[in-house]
Every structure is written in C-alpha cells, then in structure tokens.
C-alpha cells in the first residue's frame, strides 16, 4: 500500500514537471511567434512608408516636368490627371505610364493632345506586344523625326500596319497623321487597348492601378508633404549645428586611430612573445 501511494506521488509528480515543461515551451514558442509577428510588421510598415515615400517623390518630379513640358502649372496638372484618367480604364500600370509619359509629353502640344498620344501609345504597345516605356519611346523618335527613326518599331513591322511602302521616306508629320489614322479611336487597331484590357493580364495590371492610386492618394492627404518637410527640418539642423559636428568627426577620426594603433602594437607584442 504504502509503495503504491509512493509511485503515484512520484507520477503525479513527474506529470506536474513534464506539464510545466510543455507549457513553458507553449509560452517561448508564443514569445517567438509574437516577436517574429512585431518583427514582420515593423518590415512591413517600413516598406509601406518607403513605398508612399518612392511614389510621391515620383510623382513631384513627374509634374515639376508637366510644368515644364507645357508651359504652366496649370496645363502641367491637366495633363497628369488626363494620365491618371487613362491609367484607370487600360491594361497598362499605372507606374509604367507615369514613367513612359515624359517621352510622350515631348511631341504633345497640350493636355489634350497628351491623351490622345497615351491612347494611341497604348494601341501600338498592344498590337506589337512592347511594353509601354518601349512603345512610348519609340513614338517620340517617330513623331519628332518619322517612322524611320524608330528603329524598334521597324523591327516589328509596324512600317506596314501603317500602309507605308519599304524604302518610302516619311516626314514626322506624316508618320504622326498614319499613327492617329490606323492607331487612334476610329483606327483599324483603335479597340486592341478594350480587348486587352479584358484579359487576365489587364485585370491584374488595373488592380495594380487600384493600388498605386490609393498610395498616391495617401501622399496627397498630407503625408508626402510631412516626409519632405521634416526631412527639411532635419537637414537645417544639420547646417545650424555643422561646427559642432565637424568637431564630432575630428575627435572620432583621433580614437579611430588610436584604438586601431593600440590594436596593431598588442599584437605586435603578443606576437613577440610567441618567437623562440
């Protein structure tokens, strides 16, 4: 009796331990899934605020060159809303037809006419199957110095989807009227951008609009503007207090050294030493 009493002390004791093993190995485990969770989420955040950061610095450039390009502010941000309205119903991100729109922007005389050239880009873009920077790139050689400045273009036989003849030579002017004849609305290949667009490649492109616009959105709420202008604080901090700093590296320079050269004289000791 009493060593039976005695096993079931020991039992109970020993499934008090292995419990209280488990649950302590329960509690690191939960410990480390909450630290790698934090962990990701900090990675995460810090991507999503240098994601916001990249497309509105992006976008800052991109109208500072609208300005430019059509001489006013006002013009300029006509412009980029024609491309925001384009991005939205075509197969095309909307980040690639930001990045591809200054070409385009050189041989377009207006907002308006900007619109028509994305259209007409995007058309070639999908008849040829070149990406859209591609396309745009060769529609600025072709509209500043006609079809045979688009070498890309004559590659992929778009000189014949035009009606030119081999060997015919075509102003600018001309190769920018059979583009809007065979490429624009009423065109031959005026609905190829609707049909892509149907696809699943073309879905997937406009959800990524759908996120670039919602990070573009965000950056014009206010957070952009608060990145840039803390950044501007920070900096003339920077030059208010460059004496001090100087005089930080000057010192740090001197300890670099010295630990350095006490390191290389022990060794040297130690190696001295070591010798028979």
Do not use: Y
Not at 31 to 52: E, K, M, T
Not at 108 to 120: G, H
Not at 137 to 152: N, P
Not at 186 to 194: I, N, T, W
């Amino acid at each position: 009796m009493a060593q039976n009493l005695h096993i079931n002390i020991i039992a109970k004791d020993r499934t008090k331990q292995a419990m209280g093993a488990v649950q302590a190995g329960l509690g690191r485990l939960k410990g480390a899934v909450f630290s790698v969770q934090s962990a990701l989420l900090g990675v995460g955040g810090a991507l999503v605020i240098r994601s916001l950061i990249k497309v509105g610095a992006s976008v800052e450039s991109l109208k500072i060159r609208f300005a430019f390009l059509f001489k006013g502010m006002e013009e300029g941000n006509r412009a980029f809303k024609e491309l925001i309205d384009f991005a939205a119903k075509v197969p095309f991100s909307l980040e690639e037809i930001s990045q591809a729109s200054g070409n385009l922007a050189v041989v377009s005389k207006d907002a308006k006419e900007l619109a028509e050239v994305l259209q007409v880009t995007g058309n070639v873009a999908v008849v040829t199957g070149l990406d859209f920077a591609i396309t745009a790139t060769q529609i600025q050689r072709s509209f500043a110095g006609g079809i045979a400045a688009a070498d890309v273009f004559r590659e992929r036989g778009v000189r014949a989807l035009l009606g030119f003849e081999a060997g015919a030579k075509k102003t600018a002017k001309e190769t920018k009227e059979a583009f809007f004849k065979t490429f624009g609305p009423d065109g031959e290949f005026g609905k190829a951008m609707q049909v892509m667009a149907t696809t699943f490649t073309g879905t997937l492109s406009m959800l990524s609009d759908k996120l670039f616009k919602f990070k573009l959105e965000t950056d014009q709420a206010g957070f952009f503007d608060f990145v840039k202008n803390a950044l501007a604080v920070i900096n003339q901090m920077i030059e208010a207090n460059e004496a001090t700093l100087v005089s930080f590296a000057q010192k740090s320079s001197a300890m670099l050294i010295n630990v350095i050269k006490s390191t290389m004289l022990g060794g040297a000791v130690l190696i001295d030493l070591f010798r028979p």
